[in-house]
């Protein structure tokens, strides 16, 4: 049986270490759907559309990766999808406490795993928000992000 995955997160926008995860999870699964949240509560620099965009430019080269967008909770979205795991990257211990508490949830709502993976070390400081304040101060993030984000960076003149 083939087996499903999904990488879930805000990704506005992904970065470098959102696709060094992605990259690796693929190589794990047959199918792995990067899904993005649609959250009406936080509108965020880029549109969900956008931001999918992106991810898809971005993961191009990766076979088996597909980009998404759900809403709601993601155990719902995993149910209806037929993904058995959940992947996280995980940066540093201040990342571990919030992340296996929503682990827990996710499991003891449905019994859905989530699996860590530890992103590697040149990305454990990288953060969408820092990315963004970065750029949007003229610094250099050109190293940190996807050429598809620092182009839309580009157009938007946050760079
Ligand atoms: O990139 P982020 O913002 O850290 O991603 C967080 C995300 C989207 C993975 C998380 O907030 C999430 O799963 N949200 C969906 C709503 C949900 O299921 N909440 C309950 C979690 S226990």
Redesign the pocket.
Known sequence: MKRKAVC?????PITNGHLDIIERASQLYDDLIVAV?V?PEKAGLFDVNSRMSMIRESTAHLSGVTVDS?H??????CRDQGIEVIV?GLRAISDFEYEV???Q??RG?TGIETVFMPTGPEHGHLS?SLIKAVSHFGGDVSHLVPAPVLERLRERGED
């Open positions: 879930p997160g805000s990704f506005d949240l959250n759900f709601g909770l993601l155990v719902h979205y996280k508490q929503m682990a949830m996710n709502l969408s």
